[in-house]
C-alpha cells in the first residue's frame, strides 16, 4: 500500500505504481513511524481548520474585556488608589483567562508552596506567549506582579497599556541598553520597598518552538542588585508557545499550559552567577518539547 502526501490532499493507492512529481512523497503505509507522522500532520490540520470559528469567538470576548476594563481601572486607580486598581486588573485577567477556556487551555501550577511570602520575589521564566503573563498575573496575584515590558506595548491597547503605565511594570526599550539601566534599578528599589515582585524573561524574546534560548544577564543583575532582600524564583513554562503555533490567527486548541516553580534562591546568600546558572539550570532542565 502506497501514500501520496501533498499540502492538501491524501491519496491511497492500492494497486499500481505512481511515480513521484516533484512535491509529491511516496511512502510506504507499513511503516509505523509513517503512519505517526501521517496522523500528526493531518491531525494538526483538522485542529487548524476546527480553529478558525473558536478563535473568532475568543477574539470577541478578550477584546470585549478589554474594552470593558479599561475604564473601569482608571476609576479603581484615580478615585480609590492602588489597592482597588489592583482588584481591578486580578478580574481583568480572570476574565482573561477564562476567554482561553474556549478554546480548550487549561493552566497548572505546580509548588505555589515553595513560593516565600512577605519578602520581595523576583520570579525568572522562560517566555513562549502573551498567555504566560495573562496566568501568571492571575494565579499569582497574592505576589503583586509587575514586569519588565517593552516600551511599544505602553500605548494603543485598551487595559493592558493602562495597566503598565500605572500598575507598577515597567517599560523598556529594547534597541536602548542604557536608557532600561535605571528603568529596572527603579523596579528593584520598588519592589525590595514595598515587598512586591517582579517578573522577568531572561530570554529576552519569546520561543516560538518552545526551545530555550539563552538567557541575558544584565536586566537580572540589576533586579538583584537593587532589591538585596529579594529571593529570586525560577518557574519554568510549558505548552505556551502552542497557543500561537500558527500565529496570531488562529489559535492552538486544547493546550494544557504548565507552570513549574522550583526552589528559591536568596539574593544574599549566593553570587550573581550563581543565581544566573542556578535559575537557568531549573527553568531549561523543566521545559518539556
Known amino acids: 500500500m502506497k501514500f501520496i502526501s501533498e499540502k492538501i490532499p491524501l491519496i491511497l493507492v492500492i494497486k499500481g505504481t505512481i511515480k513521484p512529481n516533484i512535491g509529491v512523497i511516496i511512502e510506504d503505509l507499513n511503516n509505523p513511524k509513517n503512519l505517526f507522522r501521517i496522523f500528526v500532520t493531518h ?81 525568572v521564566a522562560n517566555h513562549q506567549s502573551l498567555y504566560d503573563i495573562v496566568a501568571m498575573i492571575w494565579y499569582l496575584r497574592d505576589f503583586h506582579c509587575k514586569f519588565v515590558s517593552k516600551k511599544e506595548l505602553g500605548k494603543g491597547i485598551p487595559s493592558v497599556s493602562y495597566n503598565l503605565n500605572h500598575g507598577g511594570s ?16 527603579g523596579l528593584s528599589e520598588y519592589i525590595e ?22 538567557f541575558a544577564q544584565s536586566g537580572l543583575k540589576i533586579l538583584c542588585k537593587y532589591a538585596p532582600s529579594a529571593y529570586v524564583v525560577p518557574i519554568t513554562i510549558n505548552n505556551s508557545w502552542k497557543m500561537v503555533r500558527f500565529g496570531a490567527f488562529p489559535i492552538g486548541l486544547g493546550n494544557p499550559l504548565k507552570f513549574t516553580i522550583h526552589p528559591p534562591l536568596q539574593v544574599s546568600e549566593y553570587t550573581f552567577e550563581e543565581i544566573v546558572e542556578k535559575a537557568e539550570k531549573a527553568v531549561v532542565e523543566g521545559i518539556q518539547i
Open 170 to 185: 515597567v517599560l523598556i526599550d529594547r534597541k536602548d541598553p542604557k536608557q532600561a539601566i535605571p528603568v529596572i534599578k
Open 43 to 123: 491531525f494538526s490540520c483538522m485542529q487548524k481548520l476546527i480553529s478558525y470559528p473558536l478563535s473568532i469567538i475568543y477574539y470577541l470576548c478578550f477584546g470585549i474585556c478589554l474594552v470593558v476594563f479599561h475604564p473601569i481601572q482608571w476609576v479603581c486607580f484615580n478615585v480609590f488608589g492602588y489597592q482597588a486598581h489592583k482588584k481591578s486588573v486580578d478580574i481583568l485577567n480572570l476574565f482573561l483567562v477564562r476567554c482561553t477556556n474556549i478554546l480548550g487551555t487549561s493552566y497548572q501550577f505546580e509548588n505555589t508552596e515553595l513560593i516565600p511570602k512577605n519578602v520581595p520575589i523576583i520570579f
Open 193 to 214: 520597598k514595598n515587598t512586591r515582585s517582579a517578573v522577568i524573561f531572561p530570554e529576552g524574546t519569546r520561543s516560538k518552538t518552545g526551545k530555550p534560548k539563552p
